[in-house]
C-alpha cells in the first residue's frame, strides 16, 4: 500500500528573480527612510513647540505686567481725582469769606434786600442778587460794596424795574471779585 501513493519530490533550482520580487525589499527600505524623515520633523517640531510654549509663557507674564500697570495707572489716576478734589477745597477754604460776607452785610440797609450770593472760586468772582427800593438806594449798596475791604471793582452787571408792583421796586445783579493770593495762587500755579 505504501508503495500504491506516489511520491513527491521537490526540487530547489535556483532561478532568475524577476522585476516584482524586490518590490518588497523597496517597500521596506521607504518605509524605513519615510519613519526616519517623520522622527527627525518630529523632533523638529518638538523644538519648534518648546520655543512656542516659552514665547506664550513670556507674553502671558507681559500681558500680566500690563495688567498690573494698568491696575497701577488706574490708583494713580483715582490719587489724582481726589488730589484735584482737595485744591479745590482748598481753594475754597482760603477764599476771604469772613470779609466778604461782612461787607455784604454792611453795604446791606433796610432799603436793598439781597436775594442771591453765587461765588466762583475758579476766578475769584461773587455774583449778588438783589432787590432795592429805588435806583438811589441801589447805587448806595454799590457803593458801600465799592468802600468795603473784601471785594474788588463790583460792578451793576444787569438791572430791572419792577413795572408790576407798585412800589416799583429795582432788581439787579452786582458782580464783584476778590483779591487772590495766599494758598489759592500756589494751589493754582502748579496745576
Known amino acids: ?5 506516489p511520491r513527491l519530490r521537490l526540487e530547489f533550482a535556483l532561478t532568475r528573480r524577476r522585476y516584482w520580487d524586490y518590490c518588497g ?3 521596506m527600505i521607504v518605509m524605513f527612510a519615510s519613519i526616519g524623515m517623520l522622527s527627525l520633523r518630529a523632533k523638529d517640531l518638538s523644538k519648534e513647540v518648546g520655543l512656542r510654549r516659552e514665547r506664550l509663557v513670556t ?3 507681559a500681558i500680566l505686567s500690563a495688567e498690573r500697570n494698568a491696575a497701577k495707572v488706574k490708583e494713580v489716576e483715582q490719587k489724582s ?9 482748598a481753594r475754597q477754604l482760603d477764599a476771604p469769606w469772613v470779609q466778604i460776607l461782612g461787607d455784604l452785610a454792611n453795604a446791606t440797609d433796610g432799603d436793598v434786600a439781597v436775594l442771591g450770593f453765587h461765588a466762583e472760586i475758579r476766578g475769584n468772582e461773587v455774583r449778588i442778587s438783589a ?3 429805588n435806583h438811589a438806594s441801589m447805587f448806595r ?5 465799592k468802600d468795603g475791604t473784601a471785594l474788588t471793582r463790583p460792578y451793576i452787571a444787569t438791572y430791572q424795574d419792577q413795572i ?3 412800589q416799583r421796586p429795582v432788581r439787579f445783579k ?10 489759592s495762587e500756589r494751589h493754582s500755579s502748579k496745576d
Do not use: T, Y
Not at 500500500?1 to 501513493?5: D, F
Not at 452786582?174 to 494758598?183: T, V
Open 141 to 145: 449798596f454799590l457803593q458801600n460794596l
Open 25 to 27: 525589499a523597496v517597500v
Open 174 to 183: 452786582i458782580f464783584a471779585s476778590w483779591p487772590g493770593g495766599g494758598a
Open 59 to 61: 507674553i502671558n507674564a
Open 81 to 89: 481725582a481726589v488730589w484735584i478734589e482737595a485744591r479745590k477745597i
Open 164 to 166: 408790576k408792583d407798585p
Open 1 to 5: 500500500m505504501i508503495n500504491s501513493i
Open 131 to 133: 432787590e432795592a427800593r
